[in-house]
């Protein structure tokens, strides 16, 4: 494994601004490069070099669901055999209801090996889809793993 | 929530314009101010709609290690056994869920060996065995809603 990516002293304290919350300011890289003691023209020109490259995922609001409306969410792990995973992956993805997916080992003691991520306006709703991706996807073993409680919930700090 | 409010939810969560003045830009996209669009996310912010706004880093791309994690807690040990995973930095989401498996985290480290050393150290505190579940491939992952139509 090649470890993690290396950054300056001065590209990792923007990105440790960036990865918060961006000053409320009109003209927030302006300040976050004050801050960093860079120039503006250093921070657009990391963030979007990043952006670019797919480091940087995402950059922009993140809202909270609930309060935008989608209150009801289920993580589903389906097993699917080996050779229909990119079909089921693709499959999957496509849909809208879904906002993350992914192939994860599976062991022992979990034969799970597909994960999604399915959010909906109402638990009926959200009951409906899991439903629907089952019968349209013909997978028949699978767990519905719904959330009773967060004990945590944080963007993560890498800088 | 208005129907400008939808439209700026929509552009800022994934096209926040990295920009000089980025709500001047937004508000040339919908015919309103630099003030008007500030002055609507603010209060979209106030309301906690908006959680933050910031970069969403790949931690695959950054060259770091995800995981998924589960863990059959009994009841009385989950206070504890909550307590000591969320202490760990690289703990970013957990949740309590109905199943024999009810405690689900995610973890993210430098590296697997990185990975491996803190669910051990959580292991040895706890006495609670972790179910270590790594990606294989990412199909998907988009974490904006659609505000217009919503």
Redesign the interface.
Known sequence: ?????QFTETQRRI?AL?????P?V?????EVARQAGAS?EEV?EL??G??Q?????????????Q????GSNA?VAWYVDDED?ARM??F??AR?E??????????M??PY?L?TMV?AKTPEECAQTVAELARLSGLEEY?V??????????????F | MDAYDRKILDIIQSGFPIEERPYAAVGEQLGLTESEVLARVRALRAKGVIRRIGANFSSGSLGWQSTLCAARVPEAQIEAFVAEVNSHHGVTHNYLRDHSFNVWFTMIAPDMAAVRATLAEITRKTGISVLNLPAEELFKIKVDFAMEGA
């Open positions: 494994m090649s470890g993690a990516k990105l960036v990865q918060g919350d961006l409320d009109p003209e927030p890289f302006a503006q657009l963030v979007r990043m952006k490259r797919g480091e940087i995922r995402r950059f922009g609001a993140t809202l909270r669901h309060k935008a409306g989608y993580m995973m992956g693709a999957m993805a809208p879904i906002s993350h997916c992914y192939h994860r080992v599976n062991c003691d979990w090996n994960y959010h767990d793993l719904k959330s009773r409680k967060e004990f945590k919930k944080t963007s993560m700090r890498y």
